[in-house]
């Protein structure tokens, strides 16, 4: 990680994708800055994230073929509460906070905004959403290191780093210790084999990602078949 100030260099940094050395108040005044409405923005425990929150158009299809994913898982298992609040920012107020490309709540106790109230995720009034994950194109890094560490330090109990090159999924659950480890089964989506995202990825350098996604959707199908 760099130590260099934000307040001074954000222009010239925004793109870098570093980790600097920062205080809540200097991550609250680019939070809360209008002028900086598309920056994406992570902090945690005195080091803040910067970069632009616009991505290209590999990530754009890879994060909404996620998206799409979870629709078809939820309309497959509609005796289960599903809310997807992906890219909402998640606060634990003067600790952590990042904005997650996919965010899933899993049951009826998922949080939802009221009027007056700031347009955030804040985790000292809510738990903790079941799945968050990262569309990993330029950010692969710090999104297996610095980020995986800190929302292992959130208590989120599973997380997903989306390699858009690589056509890969890692997958982590949240141990006893605090720590993630690698997993080949997802835990909020019960019983779906990591293996056939990473295919699903791999469809998607072929075709579409609504045609991709549909290609999942019958595996899903025939995996609900199978399970008892």
Not at 77 to 85: A, E, Y
Not at 99 to 105: G, N
Not at 137 to 158: C, F, M, N, Q, V
Request: glycine share 6%; aromatic share 8%; proline share 5%.
């Amino acid at each position: 990680m760099t130590t260099t100030s934000p307040t001074k260099t954000i222009t010239s940094t925004l793109l870098q994708h570093q980790w600097h050395r920062a205080s809540w108040a200097d991550y609250a005044a680019l939070r809360d800055d209008p002028s900086r409405e598309h920056l994406k923005l992570a902090f945690n425990e005195g080091w803040l994230w910067v970069t632009m929150g616009a991505e290209g158009i590999s990530h754009a299809a890879v994060s909404d073929l996620f998206i799409i994913i979870l629709g078809f898982w939820a309309a497959q298992h509609p005796d289960q509460s599903f809310s997807s609040l992906g890219r909402c920012l998640l606060e634990r107020a003067e600790v952590r906070a990042s904005a997650p490309d996919l965010v899933l709540y899993v049951g009826p106790d998922y949080p939802q905004w009221q009027p007056g109230e700031p347009r955030r995720i804040d985790l000292n009034q809510t738990r903790v959403p079941d799945l968050v994950g990262e569309i990993s194109d330029t950010t692969l890094a710090s999104d297996l290191d610095e980020k995986k560490h800190l929302y292992a330090a959130l208590g989120i109990p599973e997380y997903w780093v989306v390699d858009v090159r690589g056509q890969r999924v890692f997958a982590f659950l949240l141990q006893e210790n605090g720590e993630y480890l690698a997993c080949e089964t997802a835990q909020a989506l019960t019983g779906l084999p990591i293996a056939l995202l990473d295919e699903t990825l791999q469809k998607l350098a072929q075709g579409t990602n609504t045609s991709a996604a549909a290609w999942l959707s019958q595996q899903m199908t025939t995996l609900g078949q199978e399970q008892p």
